[in-house]
C-alpha cells in the first residue's frame, strides 16, 4: 500500500507524527516529508532516526504557499497538525480557527492542485457534537476533508478521516500528566473519578490508520471500535505499578471539558456502518453499495459514548500500561 510512494505528514514531529515515522519505514516507502513549525524538535527527529527517506521541512499550515511546495509531487497524505488543547483553544479561538480550519482548508486545495492520490485528516471524539472552541474547529475540518471529494473532478484525489480520542500516553494526555506530579511528588489532580475516556494506545491508533488508507473510497470518517476506562481507575492502574502515595486533590472540569467522550452522536447512525474492526460514516449514500470494506448497517441504537461501552479493569489498565512502555 506505502510501497515506494512519497508520504507528507503535517504535524510530523509530535507524538503521532514520531511513530508513524517509525512503522511506514518500514513499509519500504520512497520518503517521508515531515512538515511542521518546530526547528528543534525536527532537528531531534532527524537525529533519532538517521534515515536517508525522511526530509524535514519546516512550515505552516496557515501559510498555503509554502505548503503547497511541500505537497508537490507527493503520493500521500496525514494531516496531524492542529492546536489540539482545549484551553488554549478557548483562550486564543482565532489561532485556533487559523490552525484547524483555514489550515486545512489550505492543505485541501494544495491537495487537489497536486493531484494527491489519498488524503487523511486525524479527527478527535471533540469533534463530535462539539462543547468547546476546538471541538467546533476539528468539526469543521472533518466537514471539510470529507466535501473536499466533491471538488475533486476527475482528479484522483481520495479525502477521508479518521476519529478517536486521545491516545494513551500521548502528550497533553491524562497518563503523562499523573506521571509528571509523580516525578514532582505533588498530589495527583483528578477532576471526577466516574468521568470516563475511550481506551485507544499508539499501535491501535496507527493500525486504525493503515485500515483506512487500504479500505477508503474516499468520503468516510473510521471510527475504531474501542473499549474505555473511568478516571480514577487509570489513576489507581498507576499507583499501584508506581507504589505512588501523595495522594491525590480534586480540581473543577476543565471549561468545555465532557464528562464522557462521544465518537458517533444519535444524528450519524443512520450513515454509520460497521465491520468486526471498525465503524464507518458515510455521507454518500452512492458508496454504500460500492466498497471493499466489508460492512453492514451499524448495530449501534444511541450515541457511541465512552460510558456505553465496555470498561477495562484495573489490571487491565495496569497490563496496558506496562506493555506498552508508559512508565
Not at 33 to 60: A, H, P, V
Request: hydrophobic share 35%; net charge neutral.
Amino acid at each position: 500500500m506505502f510501497e515506494n510512494k512519497k508520504i507528507l505528514i503535517t504535524g510530523g514531529t509530535g507524538s503521532l507524527g514520531k511513530e508513524l515515522t517509525r512503522r511506514l519505514l518500514n513499509e519500504n516507502v520512497d520518503t517521508i516529508r515531515i512538515f511542521s513549525r518546530d526547528e528543534w524538535k525536527q532537528i531531534e527527529m532527524e537525529k533519532e532516526f538517521d534515515s536517508e527517506q525522511l526530509r524535514f521541512l519546516i512550515g505552516d499550515v496557515r501559510d498555503k504557499e509554502r505548503l503547497s511546495w511541500a505537497v508537490h509531487d507527493v503520493d500521500m497524505v496525514i494531516h496531524t497538525a492542529a492546536l489540539k488543547q482545549v484551553p488554549t483553544a478557548e483562550y486564543n479561538p482565532f489561532e485556533a480557527i487559523k490552525t484547524n480550519v483555514l489550515g486545512s482548508q489550505n492543505l485541501i486545495e494544495c491537495c487537489l492542485e497536486n493531484n494527491v492520490e489519498k488524503v487523511l485528516a486525524v479527527g478527535t471524539d471533540k469533534a463530535v457534537s462539539p462543547l468547546n472552541t476546538y471541538g467546533a474547529s476539528k468539526m469543521l475540518m472533518e466537514r471539510l476533508f470529507i466535501s473536499a471529494n466533491n471538488y475533486k473532478g476527475n482528479k484522483r484525489s481520495k479525502f477521508f478521516c479518521v476519529r478517536y480520542g486521545n491516545v494513551l500516553g500521548s502528550r497533553g494526555s491524562l497518563l503523562p500528566v499523573l506521571l509528571s506530579q509523580i516525578k514532582m511528588g505533588s498530589p495527583l489532580t483528578i477532576t471526577s473519578p466516574e468521568m470516563t475516556r475511550f481506551s485507544i494506545t499508539m499501535d491501535e491508533a496507527i493500525d486504525l490508520i493503515f485500515r483506512s488508507f487500504n479500505q477508503t473510497n474516499g468520503g468516510e470518517v473510521f471510527i475504531p471500535r474501542l473499549k474505555s476506562y473511568k478516571v480514577q481507575d487509570i489513576k489507581q492502574a498507576i499507583i499501584n505499578l508506581t507504589g505512588y502515595k501523595n495522594g491525590e486533590k480534586r480540581i473543577p472540569v476543565r471549561q468545555g471539558e465532557k464528562f464522557h467522550e462521544m465518537l458517533i452522536n444519535s444524528e450519524e447512525l443512520r450513515n454509520t456502518f460497521e465491520n468486526e474492526t471498525d465503524y464507518v460514516i458515510i455521507d454518500d449514500v452512492n458508496q454504500k453499495l460500492n466498497n471493499k470494506q466489508n460492512l453492514k448497517l451499524s448495530s449501534l441504537k444511541s450515541d457511541y459514548k465512552s460510558n456505553s461501552v465496555e470498561l477495562y479493569s484495573v489490571d487491565e489498565l495496569e497490563t496496558i500500561i506496562s506493555q506498552n512502555n508508559l512508565i
